[in-house]
């Protein structure tokens, strides 16, 4: 057996706190009492591979702890949009064969695509932002994400979401991909944030010239962790591929001088998270 997977397997988790693991980029492994909990999990090589000798080649800065296949566990799979490194076109069609009991949360714009991975309509459960959902035990709250742009779809909502993750009295924060927006804090002020998970990436001429959609940089990262006074804030997308990384060293200087209470996580190296 994988030894991270044995090691969330064999964790004990008490009832109101968390166990979680980073995967790398904006993936992460939530253990409670009861459940276990993906978020974003890219563990596949998909996206090495069809960018392979192309000006947007994505050479990886650090591998993936777990084959999709070794994902045995997964009671829920959270996923915040459709681009390659969140849901993974080659690994998500795979855990769901290795975990059958995986229910799957994704944008109500990316329910065809799960679709066409195979996996069953019973399987799949949506959101469209601005809205939430009870499943499990648990509440995931929808609150659009703007990935450069909003890209609503009047019927399907917003293909970008960030995810408030309600669950055994903690209140977790999974911005997803985004920048900052007008009245964009207010939407999360209300949530009581415990953890926030936010991408430091940022975005520029470079990235933009080759169609990436930019998110937070350092100093925004910072600022929205404090306007939503999240008690916790964890720094995500970065060190995985090196043609769209963040500098977490310039994160944690920021975070420091404006007394931003965070954690910089090591890959596969767990933390404890638990109700004030």
Known sequence: MNRLIKE???????????????????GYVIKSSDLVIYIDPYLSTYAERITLGKPNEHVRMMQAPIRP????????VICTHDHADHIDPEGIP??????TKTKFIVPECARQ????????????YTLKGDDALTISGITIAAVPAKHEQFDKDEIMGYPYLS?????????????????????QIEKFRPHEIDL????????????HDLEFEGNFN???????????????????HYNMFSINTGNVEEFRRIALEKKLNFLVMEPSIPMVIKKK
């Open 8 to 26: 969330i397997n064999d964790a004990v988790v008490k009832s109101g706190s968390l166990s979680i693991w980073w995967l790398g980029q904006e």
């Open 113 to 124: 695509t799960l679709l066409e991975f195979d996996i069953s309509e019973k399987r799949i």
């Open 94 to 99: 795979i855990i769901s064969h290795s975990s």
């Open 163 to 183: 995810y408030v993750i309600k669950i055994d009295g903690l209140n977790l924060l999974h911005a997803g991909d985004t920048i900052p927006y007008v009245g």
């Open 196 to 207: 926030a998970f936010v991408p430091i990436n940022g975005r520029d001429k470079f990235r």
């Open 218 to 236: 350092c100093t925004e990262a910072v600022d929205f962790a404090h306007g939503i006074t999240a008690r916790l804030t964890v720094p995500m």
């Open 69 to 76: 296949e070794e994902v045995t566990n997964a009671d829920l």
